[in-house]
């Protein structure tokens, strides 16, 4: 139950092709993407004017986020979390667009995110720590350590799956909410929730770079 | 017939149930965030990004139940074999 037309979904059948919502959108998204990139690279200057005047204080402050909770060690990754932070703020704000489906409201692409950054953290941490890395699974005392690895494995299983349906619950439960506003009343009522979206929009991106932070930088430490 | 009634019966309760417990941890830790706030207001910044985190882990729970009331309403596992026992 999402949006009775989405226009993608219209021209992959008058195209006759079967790909998927998500992934068309997910490609217009990553076009999108690259295209306003490609526009504020083309003419970088010291005074900043018009595109880079607004991109230069979001990428600053996705920026000292990372250096606040990560620490110095934390500016490798900004490439990883600033990608993935503006890939679902602007698949979530797509939404509020009729005729528009938000790839983030689909499970795939919220796993194929959670399981990127689930790879990342434990790559990162053998980097780190090389062997020693399993000490991060072992509690503080030695002899524990059976009690609490396999906590540990069942935690670090759970982070990817509530990291998938986090996001994709609050975009498809929303999807589903404006709808049924949608059917009972279509005029005005429906305002305050697509309002209410471009909170929740904000909030859950925040909320999955944030989370992505807080998991490599769990890595990056040592082990008490 | 029964068999759907009782599933969007569950789906119901439990999306109930769910927001319920949900909607009172939220508000509590909403509560005590507001109240440090309210105590020492330099620390804001902080207590927000904590307060974001903590109100996400605790909202999953609510997501979870939602899932799970879509997959019985949208995706049941046990619809095939209930029409074909009913069709019998």
Redesign the interface.
Do not use: G, N
């Given at each position: 139950m999402t949006h009775p037309f989405i226009f993608f979904e219209w021209l992959e059948h008058q195209l006759h092709l079967h790909i998927g919502n998500h992934v068309t959108y997910t490609w217009l998204v990553m076009a999108l993407l690259i295209m306003v990139a490609l526009l504020v690279k083309r003419n970088i200057k010291t005074v900043p004017t018009g595109l880079q005047n607004f991109l230069e204080p979001v990428v600053d402050s996705i920026e000292n986020m990372i250096e606040e909770t990560m620490g110095h060690k934390g500016k490798a990754y900004f490439p990883l979390i600033a990608t993935i932070a503006f890939f679902i703020l602007v698949s979530n704000l797509i939404a509020l667009i009729p005729g528009f489906f938000p790839p983030t409201a689909n499970l795939n692409t919220n796993a194929a995110m959670a399981l990127t950054v689930f790879a990342m953290t434990h790559i990162v941490g053998l980097k780190e720590h090389g062997i020693g890395y399993f000490k991060h699974f072992c509690g503080p005392v030695i002899w524990l350590a059976p009690l609490i690895v396999p906590i540990e494995i069942v935690g670090h299983l759970a982070r990817p799956l509530s990291l998938t349906l986090r996001l994709f619950g609050n975009m498809y439960g929303h999807e589903i909410v404006l709808m049924i506003f949608f059917g009972l009343v279509p005029f005005i009522v429906p305002l305050p929730m697509m309002l209410m979206g471009v909170l929740v929009a904000f909030i859950q991106t925040f909320v999955f770079m944030l989370l992505a932070m807080i998991y490599i930088a769990g890595s990056l430490e040592e082990a008490h | 017939m029964e068999f759907f009634a009782w599933c969007v019966v569950a789906a119901g309760i439990g999306m109930g149930l769910g927001s319920f417990g949900t909607g009172i941890g939220q508000g509590l830790a909403i509560q005590k965030a507001v109240e440090g706030v309210a105590r020492n207001p330099g620390a804001s910044g902080k207590i927000m990004?904590i307060m974001?985190?903590g109100l996400?882990?605790i909202?999953?729970l609510a997501?979870?139940v939602?899932?799970v009331a879509?997959i019985i309403l949208?995706a049941n596992p046990f619809t095939e074999t209930v029409v074909q026992m009913l069709s019998k």
């Open positions: - | 990004t974001l985190i996400a882990m909202e999953s997501i979870y939602f899932v879509m949208f």
